[in-house]
């Protein structure tokens, strides 16, 4: 098991493997697994911060492909599942439709509403457009603070909780 171990993390290593690594790693975060892909995404860019462009873009793809293996597993639940009650919530997501899926991207309920969008039989090729743009400006957005914010500004901010 240990031998096992050991090769797993090393085929995630990402000076050997890189974009791949990043894309599995960011698939296999945007399913219900709980893992997150902004280290990984993070660290390519620091490795390669020429190549910020095409990491984003890796992770977006691969995360987004994700979303859409939580949308089908949702979509094969309501065969299983049927509606009891309709709360307030469900209403919420109908109203707003595949637009709903732009918060995909948000931690511990993004991953749930792109299998709810499925169970709900929204239109497939809308939600995963939303869910893209969503995934994408999230990667955007923190891989670039993350890596053009000067390190004195996130030491003086992680600082005061350090005690």
């Not at 923190?142 to 000067?150: F, I, K, N, R, Y």
Request: aromatic share 16%; proline share 7%.
């Amino acid at each position: 098991m240990e031998a096992f171990v050991a090769q797993l993390l090393g085929w995630f290593s990402l000076p050997r493997n890189g974009l791949a690594s990043v894309f599995v790693i960011a698939f296999v975060s945007a399913t219900l697994l709980p893992l997150g892909s902004e280290p990984a995404v993070f660290a390519y860019a620091k490795l390669n911060p020429g190549q910020f462009w095409l990491v984003v873009f890796v992770a977006t793809v691969g995360n987004t492909l994700g979303g859409a293996l939580d949308y089908w597993l949702g979509r094969g639940a309501k065969r299983a599942l049927a509606p009891h009650e309709r709360t307030r919530y469900l209403h919420w997501f109908e109203r707003l439709g595949p637009k709903a899926l732009f918060f995909s991207w948000l931690p511990a309920v993004g991953d749930p509403l792109c299998a709810v969008a499925g169970w709900l039989r929204l239109p497939f090729w809308p939600c995963l457009a939303w869910m893209a743009l969503g995934k994408a400006l999230r990667y955007t957005t923190m891989t670039a603070a993350l890596l053009w914010v000067p390190d004195a500004w996130w030491m003086a901010l992680i600082r005061p909780l350090a005690g």
